[in-house]
């Protein structure tokens, strides 16, 4: 059975930074792809990023673009969420999943692409 282990949430001051982490288990092979989305309180679950195994392309949402970077290990099976430049707005829940096959771009945006997911991560950002 796939699990979703993540892990390196926490409290950080507003300007710091932190890297979460996504292991896979119960599988020989990294996956097609994993995701990133969080849940902030009284909000719905929103894409962050994205890293696609077959050639490494990454998706990033617009209010994390240039502050946070997505990569994978595919030896470790695990992706990683470095966020620099944080802020409260980024204080939430976050979620990794694995896609079980490969999609075009448009599709590693959407939650229903992933077929796994981690039970997350709470990350607090104070200001």
């Known amino acids: 059975q796939v699990q979703l282990v993540e892990s390196g949430g926490g409290l950080v001051q507003a300007g710091g930074s932190l890297t979460l982490s996504c292991a896979t288990s119960?599988?020989?092979?990294?996956?097609?792809?994993m995701g990133w989305f969080r849940q902030a309180p009284g909000k719905e679950r929103e894409f962050v990023a994205s890293f696609r195994w077959i050639g490494g392309s990454t998706y990033y949402a617009d209010s994390v673009k240039g502050r946070f970077t997505i990569s994978g290990n595919s030896a470790k099976n695990t992706v990683y969420l470095q966020k620099n430049s944080l802020n409260p707005e980024d204080t939430a829940v976050y979620y990794c999943?694995?896609?079980?096959?490969?999609?075009?771009?448009?599709?590693?945006?959407?939650?229903?692409?992933?077929?796994?997911w981690g039970q997350g991560t709470p990350v607090t950002v104070s200001s």
């Open positions: 999943g694995s896609a079980n096959r490969d999609y075009s771009s448009d599709y590693w945006r959407l939650q229903g692409t992933y077929a796994y």
């Open positions: 119960g599988r020989t092979f990294s996956g097609y792809g």
